[in-house]
């Protein structure tokens, strides 16, 4: 994404994320890793469990202070991390390093 934005353009990631909050965290774990997936799979009349992986790919990807220092080391600076819904997404800004071109 740096290397496509001018320098001082700005980047938006809106991901899920892990809530920071223990009772919250819990309480979305248990929901994420067992009825979401069977809901999912119910609304899709899947029954390959095809739901099962989304869990695993929220818990895995970086969020909070990894996912800052991760925008940080691919060159943009200005990192503004926003939780939303008691931290279940979370919207991080950036800008890319450098001076903004006139």
Same mark, same amino acid.
């Given at each position: 994404m ?10 938006a ?7 920071a909050?223990?009772a =919250?965290r /819990?309480?979305?774990?248990?929901y ?7 809901i &999912?799979n +119910?609304?899709?009349?899947? !029954?390959s469990?095809a739901y099962?992986y989304?869990?695993k790919?929220v818990?895995e ?5 990894r996912?800052?220092?991760? =925008?940080r /080391?691919?060159?943009?600076?200005r990192?503004?991390q926003?939780?939303?819904?008691? &931290?279940? +997404?979370?919207?991080?800004i !950036? ?5 903004a071109?006139a």
């Amino acid at each position: 994404m740096a290397r496509v934005l001018r320098p001082g353009g700005r980047l938006a990631i809106l991901e899920f994320s892990i809530p920071a909050n223990p009772a =919250v965290r /819990s309480f979305y774990l248990w929901y994420f890793r067992r009825v979401l997936p069977v809901i &999912g799979n +119910a609304v899709a009349r899947n !029954a390959s469990d095809a739901y099962t992986y989304l869990n695993k790919s929220v818990e895995e990807f970086p969020s909070g202070e990894r996912l800052a220092a991760l =925008v940080r /080391s691919a060159g943009f600076d200005r990192v503004e991390q926003i939780p939303l819904t008691f &931290g279940i +997404a979370a919207l991080t800004i !950036a800008t890319r390093a450098g001076s903004a071109a006139a």
